[in-house]
């Protein structure tokens, strides 16, 4: 079975958004929900400074925090390691916010549920990528199998040395970043 | 980025919740160690904890969203035993009973009461056990989690649970002033219970701020909001003068001056420390930062 | 229960040594003048629990009361949180309110050609009203 996960070049990142557009369009969310959020470190002093743009969504976690908290249950993982929720049984206690560390859930008002990106799973079990893999115009994000050594995914993590947000703190991400 | 979603009903819930658990384990100490003389005490506490963890749990309920909308939900939350709130929920709907069962018993109130007048010792230990649950399992809950590294520490628990037992008195003094205010006499008695409570959650608390701020960066932001930050105001003046300094100096005077402390102090006091007790909640909820990821 | 209304004003006016309530009230029956028509023989075999009966009423009262004092503790500290944390957000004071970018804009499209000094000119830079 896929293990899939996404690969970010934060070196080509513009901070355009883009991606955070067609998240928010493909899930239908309001203009004030999204699923991913570009954060931004400046570091140095001018004229030697560095700007740098860092998308950060949900990281799918093998061994996610919040499904280890929640007390419906209402959060499992697909077969391809995909960490989900089931609507039906969040009843938005939030417990699951306070313990994500990357802080990428979001309320959903609407349904008052808690949800967060889901690598678009659907268009990816009809063979396509997620949205913002598709949408991003500087190709930062690469998709792909974790599992299969020879996917862009993992030649690109080989390549580039990437590394994963904060591996310290143990939650196994699958989201790995070149950021150099 | 949410970095907190959780708000004031919360806040109240922990507050209200560890001062009943506080006000069980007062009565049911009264009752064992000194019931001649503190009965007035173990009465109040007994009545006030029932009810004050009831309405703590209606703030909780209140605070889901689809849980809330379709109540019906609710009955998964007992579904993941590894899950801190699915414990919580198993002891709160234990003791909740046995508190109101409890004040029934001791005060004989109702025929279920006068029936179970009998059991009161069953129900104390049971209860005792519960009350302490309720008062270390939000401790837990927010200590297990890496998400906020200022709540993710063993002290989490035993400064929530020194909060509980001193509020917890407070209440129950509260309690028994409104019951009979000639008591305050004896009430003086328990200055020292008040003198000791607040003396390990002021050394409690001490360590936890000191230790969070060579913990990690993020838990040392959060101790820095408190001592020094936007939220310091707050932290000193209600938690730390108001809440135990000052109620702390009173207690001292009650204890020495046997009965002779104007009645509104005696009272004030146990506001004071009430007030303390929701700040410190609020403020541990409020100040909590997420881990830097970037 | 006027009788019960009138020991419970006579237990407030009539402060007492002992604190335990049981004692409070016997001694008050005795005390009580015309009001109470129990001999005392009968007083005894009343142990303090039916003086605890006989509040019971008021006893969960002061049970609802504590609680009540409690959540409007939390409510009270709640509200001056919310209330004062507006106070304790520093507002920059360096934000020009009358917004050049309209003027600019127009010697940028305008069609006499002049030549001009790069930055803001003078006369907006005087003009500029900061937000207290």
Redesign the interface.
């Known amino acids: 079975m896929s293990r899939y996960g996404l690969a970010i070049d934060t070196t080509k990142c513009i901070g355009c958004h883009a991606c955070q557009v067609a998240c928010q369009n493909q899930n239908g969310l309001d203009v004030n929900q999204q699923f991913n959020?570009i954060?931004e470190?400046e570091r140095g002093k001018s004229p030697s400074f560095d700007h740098?743009f860092?998308p950060?969504q949900c990281n799918h976690c093998e061994s996610a925090?919040c499904q280890?908290?929640?007390?419906?249950?209402?959060i499992y993982t697909t077969p391809e390691g995909i960490v989900s929720v089931h609507p039906?049984?969040?009843?938005?206690?939030?417990?699951c916010?306070?313990?994500?560390?990357?802080?990428?859930?979001?309320?959903d008002?609407h349904?008052?549920?808690v949800t967060k990106c889901w690598l678009c799973i659907d268009l990816v079990r009809n063979g396509g990528e997620p949205a913002c893999v598709t949408t991003c115009p500087n190709q930062v994000r690469v998709f792909g199998d974790l599992d299969d050594p020879q996917s862009r995914l993992s030649e690109f993590i080989a390549e580039h040395r990437a590394q994963p947000?904060?591996a310290d703190?143990?939650t196994r991400p699958r989201i790995y970043y070149k950021r150099s | 980025m949410v970095e907190n979603a959780w708000g004031w009903l919360i806040v109240t819930y922990l507050f209200l919740a560890g001062a009943g658990a506080g006000a069980f384990v007062a009565a049911v100490a009264c009752d064992l160690l000194a019931p001649d003389w503190s009965k007035t005490l173990a009465q109040a506490g007994s009545l006030a904890a029932g009810p004050l963890v009831a309405v703590g749990t209606v703030c909780l309920v209140l605070d889901l969203e689809a849980g809330l909308w379709q109540p019906w939900r609710q009955i998964y939350l007992v579904s993941n035993l590894s899950s801190g709130i699915t414990w919580g929920v198993i002891v709160l709907s234990l003791f909740i009973p046995v508190a109101f069962l409890y004040a029934a018993a001791l005060n004989e109130i109702t025929a279920v009461g006068r029936y179970l007048k009998k059991y009161v010792w069953h129900l104390e230990v049971v209860g005792s056990l519960l009350a302490v649950s309720t008062a270390a399992y939000t401790g837990i809950l927010i200590a297990v989690v890496n998400g906020v590294p200022f709540w993710n520490t063993p002290l989490m628990p035993v400064l929530f649970m020194a909060s509980a037992m001193s509020t917890g008195l407070a209440v129950a003094m509260i309690g028994a002033a409104i019951i009979d205010i000639t008591t305050i006499r004896t009430l003086s008695n328990f200055a020292l219970g008040h003198i000791i409570f607040l003396a390990v959650e002021a050394l409690v608390l001490i360590l936890f701020v000191f230790m969070s701020l060579t913990r990690s960066v993020e838990a040392a932001i959060s101790a820095n909001m408190l001592i020094s930050g936007v939220l310091s105001p707050y932290f000193w003046v209600l938690v730390v003068i108001l809440g135990i300094l000052v109620p702390f100096a009173l207690s001292f005077v009650e204890y020495y001056e046997y009965g002779a402390m104007p009645k509104y102090l005696v009272v004030g006091a146990d506001l004071l420390v009430l007030v303390g007790g929701m700040s410190l909640r609020a403020l541990i909820i409020l100040s909590a930062s997420p881990p830097q990821v970037v | 229960m006027t009788e019960q209304e009138k020991k419970m004003s006579d237990e407030k006016e009539k402060p007492r040594e002992e604190a335990t309530p049981p004692t409070v009230d016997e001694a008050q029956r005795t005390d009580d003048a015309g009001g109470s028509e129990i001999p005392p023989a009968v007083e005894e075999p009343e142990a303090p629990t039916h003086g605890l009966s006989e509040k019971r009423g008021r006893l969960v009262a002061a049970g609802m009361v504590a609680t009540v004092v409690v959540a409007l503790v939390a409510l009270a500290v709640a509200g001056i949180v919310q209330l004062t944390s507006k106070w304790l957000v520093v507002c920059p004071t360096d934000l020009p309110v009358n917004d050049p970018a309209p003027i600019l804009w127009k010697t940028v499209v305008t069609d006499d050609v002049k030549a001009q000094s790069l930055g803001v000119p003078e006369k907006l830079m005087d003009e500029a009203r900061f937000k207290q």
């Open positions: 959020w954060l470190r740098e860092i950060v925090p280890r908290v929640c007390p419906t249950a209402a039906e049984r969040c009843v938005g206690c939030k417990y916010i306070e313990a994500c560390p990357y802080k990428v859930r979001t309320v008002h349904r008052g549920i947000l904060r703190l143990n």
